[in-house]
Structure formats: structure tokens, C-alpha cells
């Protein structure tokens, strides 16, 4: 890690934990703000103003460091990985595993092919209901048609409804014609 004047080894300016943790500038400067009032942050004057520093302790318990080409990791950030070891007896049922694992990936994919074909078949059924639906209707509107045509037989014809006189209704007086009544 490398030392510049605004920091000791315990704590890393916001540049520099960003390069050593892999994370963002921006991420460190939000938890920086979060913990501003904690003894994990800590503040010291520079030329150009105030530059916070955050504990190396602080960052490692936040996040994982990133490591550089060749560089080892620490014992103590090594996650706890199962034995590599395969056992014999372990390899049969492996074997077995993995069958039963394929054989529910084709159940699986025979599944999904079984409920697209129902969908195509629901689908199916539901145009032919719509199209039952609007042959219903063409029927009663024919009907209704009809009905109509048998009510306009019963009606006079023109030349009936012409003898009879009308009846002329006086128009109606407006509300300054009924008040001075001409």
C-alpha cells in the first residue's frame, strides 16, 4: 500500500480506498458520509480544504479488497472453501445426481412444450367461442331486421297518411308576447 502525507497506515484518503477495494469513488464517499461522526472517519486539513480518511479496519469489514496480478491474499481473508477430495463412493452418486438432474431438465422442457401447445389450443377455443359469440349476434340482428320489416308493412303508406289533415298547432308565445299579450 502505498503512504502519502495525508495518511497512515491505518487510514486510506477516499482515492485510495477506492483503488484498494474496487469500488467506485463515489460508493466510499457515501459510506464516508454515512459513518462522518464515527472514529472510522476521520478529517485533517490540507492545502485545498479538508480530506477525509477512512480506517483500513473500517473499509475491511465493509468490503473485500481487490488484489493486485501476484499479490497472495491474507490468511484471514480466506473464505472457507469444501475439500476438493472426491471420494469414491462419492463418484456413483455424482453419477446419479447429474442423471436425475438431466432427467429433470427433460421433464422440465416436456412440461414447457406441453403448456404452450394447451395455449395454442386454449387460444384456439377462445377465437372459436368469439367467432360463435358474433354468429349469435348476426342471427339476432337478422331477426331484429325482420321484426322491423314485418313493423313497416303495418304502417300506412305515404299516400294514406297524406288524406288525413294535419292538425296545426299554434306556435307557442314567446315570454314577452304572453306579457304584453300581442
Known sequence: ??????TTYEFLTIKEAAKQFGRAEQTIRRLVKQ???T????TEKTAKGNAYLVSLQFLTEQYTPVLAAGQLPEPDMLEPQLP???????????????????????TIQKLQHRLLEQNDVLNALTSQVNSQRIGHIE???????EQLGELQKRLPEPSEASQVEPVLEQPKKTFWQRMFGK
Open 84 to 106: 476438493a477430495v472426491v471420494v469414491p463412493d462419492q463418484v456413483e452418486e455424482i453419477v446419479r445426481l447429474q442423471a436425475a438432474l438431466a432427467e429433470r431438465d427433460q
Open 139 to 145: 342471427e339476432l340482428i337478422l331477426r331484429q331486421n
Open 39 to 42: 472514529s472510522h472517519v476521520r
Open 1 to 6: 500500500m502505498e503512504v502519502t502525507p495525508l
Open 35 to 37: 459513518h462522518a461522526l
